[in-house]
T-cell receptor, first 115, second 113 residues
Framework: DGGITQSPKYLFRKEGQNVTLSCEQNLNHDAMYWYRQDPGQGLRLIYYSQIVNDFQKGDIAEGYSVSREKKESFPLTVTSAQKNPTAFYLC??????????????FGPGTRLTVT | QQQVKQSPQSLIVQKGGISIINCAYENTAFDYFPWYQQFPGKGPALLIAIRPDVSEKKEGRFTISFNKSAKQFSLHIMDSQPGDSATYFCAASSAGSQGNLIFGKGTKLSVKP
């Protein structure tokens, strides 16, 4: 059963603690992404990786870090430096369908609450 | 120039009616325009997508209309059903961005029985 898995579905942390969100895909996609979703804000790109051992900052990378040691995995760490970490986090992966068309697919998301 | 502007922010439609959501863009390098459907607490799902070499694409009750000269595209949901109630996002990307999507801010659709 192919797809993108994110765990856990709900995560609670105390302020000042780092927390790592898991994202795994078995679609054999090269590219993976992390987005943050807040009510009324749409989806904002945190980090993306086009290939193993390489990743790029998105629009709101401050306070976050990632790694891409394996093609299937792209974990996101929310550090204590992130000012407002409570949000719904979405992982995605994409493949090139044809001449520049990359179809992007999303995981089920992790809702992080920091108090 | 990288923005995709989506409207309306929310939409209420009667069952059986037509839902129309609009998006506009500025970057003429955009060449792929997908729509995503998201139910509460779930990840967005790819619904339908279009490239600018066609003006319309239809899949079941969902149709994308594309106006290249106006730099606008829209999603039409025919015979809207309560099960279509969700948030819809338009997006755009260019070949040079290697798949990085620019998203609109979303439209919350409610279909009343």
């Amino acid at each position: 059963d192919g797809g993108i898995t994110q765990s856990p579905k709900y995560l609670f942390r105390k302020e000042g603690q780092n927390v790592t969100l898991s994202c795994e895909q078995n679609l054999n996609h090269d590219a993976m992404y992390w987005y943050r979703q807040d009510p009324g804000q749409g989806l904002r790109l945190i980090y993306y990786s086009q290939i193993v051992n390489d990743f790029q900052k998105g629009d709101i990378a401050e306070g976050y870090s990632v790694s891409r040691e394996k093609k299937e995995s792209f974990p996101l760490t929310v550090t204590s430096a992130q000012k407002n970490p409570t949000a719904f986090y979405l992982c995605a992966s994409s493949h090139q369908r044809d001449r520049g068309t990359y179809e992007q697919y999303f995981g089920p998301g992790t809702r992080l609450t920091v108090t | 120039q990288q923005q995709v502007k989506q409207s309306p922010q929310s939409l209420i439609v009667q069952k059986g009616g037509i839902s129309i959501i609009n998006c506009a863009y500025e970057n003429t390098a955009f060449d792929y325009f997908p729509w995503y459907q998201q139910f509460p607490g779930k990840g967005p799902a790819l619904l339908i997508a279009i490239r600018p070499d066609v003006s319309e694409k239809k899949e079941g009750r969902f149709t994308i209309s594309f106006n290249k000269s106006a730099k606008q595209f829209s999603l039409h949901i025919m015979d809207s059903q309560p099960g279509d109630s969700a948030t819809y996002f338009c997006a755009a990307s260019s070949a040079g961005s290697q798949g990085n999507l620019i998203f609109g801010k979303g439209t919350k659709l409610s279909v009343k029985p």
